[in-house]
C-alpha cells in the first residue's frame, strides 16, 4: 500500500517538483510575474522524470512505511509516544537522504534550461569526472537537515491524529483527508530555507556555511522564502497524498480480507 500511494503521488507531484526545484535554486525563468514564471516552470520539457519519480516513490514509501513498522516495533516494548514516534522516522529519513543524495543533485541539475545534459545520468558522469565520486553526495548535510525535519514532522502529526481524531461511522474519508492535510503542510512549511541551501550547493558546489553567506549578500533575508509557494505545493501535496492514499488502499485492503 506505502509503495503504490508513494508512486502514484510521485507521478502526479512531478510538474510541482519540478517548478519548485527551479524556483528555489535561481534557475532563469521566463515571465514578468511570479504566476508567468510558475507556469512556465510546469511546463514541458520533463527532463529526468522516470528517475524522479523512482527516487521519490522508494523514498516515502521507505519512510512511511518504516516509520510505521518501527513505531509499532517500540511501543510493542513499550517506549513512549514520542521515542516510538521520532526515533524511526529520524533513522530512516537519513538513510534514505543519503542513498539518495545523488539521485537528486542529478535531477536538480538538469532542470536548468541552460543545462548542457539532457539525463539524471549524463549530469551524475559528469560531476563525477570534473569533481570526484565524492561530489555525488555534495550537499547531504543541508538535505539532512532538511528532510528529517519535514517527514518527521509529518509522521508525528499524522500519528497524533490518527491517535485523537474521532472515528466516526461514514466519515472515514474525511477524517484521512483531515490528517493527510495538516501532515503536509507541517511539514513542508518548516524546510524552504534548506531546500534553497540545498539548491545552490548543488549549483557551486561551496559549503553549506559558504552558500548561507552568499545567499544572506547577495538577497538579504529575501532567500529564505524563495520559491516558498511551489515548494508548499510540491511538498506538501505529495506527502498528503501518500498518506491518504495509503489509507484508501489499506482499508480497501481490508474489505478484500473480511
Request: hydrophobic residues 45%.
Amino acid at each position: 500500500c506505502h509503495l503504490a500511494a508513494s508512486a502514484a503521488s510521485a507521478v502526479i507531484n512531478y510538474p510541482l517538483w519540478k517548478a519548485a526545484a527551479m524556483s528555489q535554486a535561481g534557475f532563469p525563468l521566463q515571465g514578468n510575474t511570479w504566476g508567468e514564471r510558475y507556469l512556465y516552470a510546469l511546463q514541458p520539457p520533463y527532463r529526468g522524470v522516470t528517475l524522479v519519480v523512482f527516487g521519490m516513490t522508494w523514498a516515502r514509501a521507505a519512510i512511511f512505511f518504516g516509520s510505521q513498522q518501527g513505531r509499532q516495533l517500540l511501543e510493542a516494548r513499550g517506549a513512549p509516544f514520542a521515542v516510538a514516534t521520532t526515533l524511526p522516522a529520524v533513522a530512516v529519513c537519513c538513510v534514505v537522504q543519503v542513498v539518495n543524495m545523488p539521485l537528486v543533485r542529478g535531477s536538480v541539475t538538469i532542470q536548468s534550461p541552460t543545462s548542457p545534459h539532457s539525463t539524471v545520468l549524463a549530469a551524475l558522469d559528469h560531476v563525477r569526472r570534473k569533481r570526484g565520486l565524492g561530489a555525488l553526495w555534495h550537499g547531504w548535510d543541508a538535505g539532512i537537515l532538511k528532510a528529517v525535519p519535514k517527514y518527521v514532522t509529518a509522521v508525528v502529526v499524522k500519528d497524533y491524529l490518527e491517535e485523537t481524531l474521532p472515528a466516526a461511522p461514514g466519515y472515514e474519508m474525511l477524517r484521512s483527508g483531515v490528517k493527510s492535510l495538516a501532515a503536509g503542510i507541517a511539514g513542508a512549511g518548516l524546510t524552504n530555507p534548506l531546500d534553497v541551501i540545498r539548491n545552490r550547493m548543488f549549483q557551486t558546489d561551496e559549503s553549506l556555511v559558504a552558500v548561507v553567506r552568499g545567499l544572506t549578500r547577495e538577497h538579504g533575508v529575501r532567500w529564505l522564502y524563495r520559491g516558498m509557494a511551489a515548494n508548499i505545493l510540491s511538498v506538501s501535496f505529495p506527502v498528503s497524498a501518500t498518506v491518504f492514499l495509503t489509507d484508501i488502499l489499506s482499508a480497501y485492503k481490508r474489505s478484500l480480507s473480511s
